[in-house]
Structure formats: C-alpha cells, structure tokens
C-alpha cells in the first residue's frame, strides 16, 4: 500500500471480452429497434415525409451527382438529417448512407421600385450505397 490506496491487479482481460459482446449484441438490438421505430413512425403518419421532402431537385448539377449515387432534395426549414434519412428510407424504401444538409439563404430581388427578398430555402444531398437507386422521375 502505498499512501494507504491499494494497488490494482491487471487480471481483467476476460472482462473485457464479455463487455465486448454486450456492447455488440446492444448495438444489433438498437438497429433493429430503430428501424422498427420508422415504420411506426411513418406509417402512422404518411403525410410526414411530404413534410420533410418538399420536392426533388432536378437540374444539371444534380443529374451529373446522379452518377456518383448523390440525390439533391429540397427539405423543411426545420428538418434535420435523420428525419431527412427516415423520410427517404421510408418514402423510396432505400438506405441512405450518408445526408449533407445545405441551408441556401434567399436572394435580394427587384421588381421596378418594390425590392424584396425570396424565401430561403435548404437542401438536402443524399448519397446511396453502389447499386442502390432512386427513380425520381417515376415518382
């Protein structure tokens, strides 16, 4: 004893072991909860996701991101990117791998002597694993 506190002993390997399976079959048992937890949420209310996701955005910019499995949505003012990632998950039934949120601000606009802003908008780029599609055009 030194200072009247003990030493510790280094025999814990095999604790740890077990808390690395726990940890693990936690993890499993969260992802099956939460994607439970979706389909609830969705399919109790389906009007949600026209909240969410306003509208896809299509322009040459956004159709040359198409080739890279990268998707551009126009989103809520108020959304945030796992309700964007639940939206679309359960909208076009697709995982989303990753969700980048853009928040454009309006621009300052003229007509005559009236001057004003337009509304600023935030969009959403969503990309895919390989392989995995959305057919924006269909829907």
């Not at 077990?18 to 499993?28: D, G, L, R």
């Not at 990268?70 to 998950?89: D, L, W």
Request: charged share 40%; net charge positive.
């Amino acid at each position: 004893m030194v200072f009247g506190f003990k030493k510790k002993t280094t025999d814990s390997a095999k604790p740890e072991v077990k808390k690395e399976k726990k940890v693990a079959v936690k993890e499993v048992k969260k992802e099956k909860i939460q994607k439970e937890e979706i389909k609830k949420i969705f399919k109790k209310n389906p009007e949600l996701t026209s909240r969410i996701l306003i509208k896809p955005l299509i322009t040459e910019k956004a159709t040359n991101l198409g080739v890279e499995n990268k998707y551009i949505f126009e989103i809520s003012s108020k959304a945030n990117k796992i309700e964007v990632k639940k939206a679309i998950q359960s909208l076009y039934g697709v995982e989303p791998i990753k969700v980048n949120i853009i928040n454009m601000g309006g621009k300052e606009v003229r007509y005559g002597k009236t001057q004003g802003q337009t509304k600023n908008t935030k969009k959403a780029i969503v990309t895919l694993k390989e392989g995995d599609k959305i057919d924006i055009f269909e829907k």
